[in-house]
């Protein structure tokens, strides 16, 4: 590979690493819950999901379960980084241009219109219906890791095309949370998170780049959405749609200023020991500067982000919501209930049969292509991976619900669905001959 072209690649080689060893650890806390659950540590570890955390007073605060807490607020975090990746996404990466959008915004539209027909076929009335939403959604983290367990048997465009998939994938599951699991509307707290939300476009139409203002501001909003009915993640999002995108000082800037500085630190000549002198260290200070202000406010927060998201919000969202307690009997229970069937039948046959036929209709129509050195098997072994649906339906699911039945349930669903389009997924895409184009 030319090596411009190894440098372009390079931020999504280091994001792919990442959300790799990310997968590892989600599965490893999943286990760890899974395992809680099941053991004499139960009663324990569901106990302490219900202790309550309070801040402010009866009328200026909130008073949440540490499991509301991670739900609604670390998670919240967890969709402000899922809003960097959004906008950088559509502004210039991989869903930039028309063309190259089109194969996987189609893929992903029918990866969740699929899933949620076929689920509300054994779910068409009462509560269980609610959960349509559970089946439309692709964790990439454990997708990705399963793509790294195939390293030369796929190529770097079609792990590129899952990435971006998942992406719009997200953006639809934030859309559907937006718009249909909001409880009833307050209007007063709804007006209050418009006025912090118009805060925080005026600050970024004004180039305010300081992260302190919008993760203030952003508090504020987050607080006024959870008590407006509107479900605080959506306030991530908006928060990471907010955040600029032009560094403070461009290329040629940025060369001159730091040219300047390494003259100055080299005139200044070396001194022995670990310890500078107060000038070459305000110039040290200086270059550190002007290289922070080159980068986009956008990509390094998202950067500084994505590690603490990966390895921190996630592993603790699946050990406060992976533990699901049953014997054998209930076991056979759950996967017998229409609930179970509709989650993983949706994630397992749903998800790959709409992503592949949604974009072979974009092909053939003209509106999309296939990316470089790509076959249709292979986007049918990517489809597959779309039904690892974790993390993003286990969070709908407690939207969704309410009982401890109906969540269990979905849980279950989840979790058939999720470890047998990985197997299923791997074994596929693996049984493909080895690709002499670039590879993961």
């Not at 053991?39 to 309070?54: D, G």
């Not at 219109?113 to 439309?136: D, E, H, K, T």
């Not at 000082?249 to 107060?278: N, W």
């Not at 390895?311 to 307690?325: D, K, Q, R, T």
Request: net charge neutral; no cysteine.
């Amino acid at each position: 590979m030319p090596l411009h072209l190894a440098r372009l690649m390079r931020p999504f080689e280091d994001f792919f690493k990442r959300q790799a060893a990310g997968g590892l650890v989600l599965l490893g806390t999943t286990l760890l819950a899974l395992f809680l659950a099941n053991s004499s540590w139960s009663e324990a570890y569901f106990h302490f999901w219900e202790n309550e955390i309070a801040f402010g007073n009866e009328e200026f605060g909130l008073a949440k379960p540490i499991h509301h807490w991670i739900n609604d607020g670390l998670m919240a975090v967890f969709f402000f980084v899922v809003g960097l990746e959004i906008k950088r996404e559509f502004l210039a990466g991989e869903l930039a241009s028309a063309k190259k959008a089109a194969l996987p915004i189609a893929g992903a539209i029918g990866g969740m219109l699929a899933p949620a027909l076929i689920f509300y076929v054994f779910n068409p009335s009462g509560l269980q219906s609610r959960g349509w939403g559970i089946p439309m959604a692709t964790d990439i983290a454990f997708a990705i890791g399963v793509i790294a367990l195939l390293g030369n048997r796929i190529t770097r465009s079609v792990a590129i095309f899952l990435t971006a998939l998942a992406i719009v994938d997200d953006l639809g599951a934030v859309l559907v949370i937006a718009l249909f699991y909001t409880s009833d509307l307050n209007l007063m707290a709804l007006a209050v998170s418009l006025i912090f939300l118009s805060v925080l476009i005026i600050g970024n139409r004004l180039d305010i780049q300081h992260p302190n203002f919008y993760a203030l501001v952003g508090f504020a909003l987050w607080v006024a959405l959870l008590k407006s009915g509107i479900h605080a993640s959506v306030a991530g999002v908006l928060i990471g749609a907010t955040i600029p995108v032009n560094p403070r000082h461009q290329h040629d800037e940025f060369l001159v200023k730091a040219e300047e500085l390494v003259r100055q630190i080299r005139d200044m000549g070396t001194i022995s020991g670990p310890f500078q002198k107060q000038e070459k260290m305000g110039s040290l200070l200086a270059l550190e500067h002007v290289t922070h202000d080159a980068m986009s406010p956008l990509q390094r927060m998202e950067h500084e982000m994505n590690h603490w998201v990966i390895f921190g919000v996630m592993p603790i969202f699946a050990l406060a919501n992976a533990g699901i307690s049953m014997n054998m009997q209930e076991l056979t229970y759950a996967l017998s209930n229409p609930l179970t069937v509709g989650v993983a039948l949706g994630l397992l046959v749903g998800k790959p049969v709409g992503i592949t036929f949604a974009a072979w209709i974009a092909v053939k129509l003209g509106l999309a292509h296939l990316p470089d050195n790509t076959q249709w098997k292979e986007i049918f072994g990517i489809a597959i991976l779309g039904g690892i649906g974790f993390t993003m339906s286990m969070f709908i699911t407690n939207l969704a619900y309410f009982d401890e039945e109906l969540i269990t349930n979905a849980k279950v669903g989840i979790f058939i669905a999720s470890l047998l389009a990985g197997i299923i997924g791997y074994v596929f895409l693996a049984s493909l001959r080895k690709r002499t184009g670039p590879t993961v």
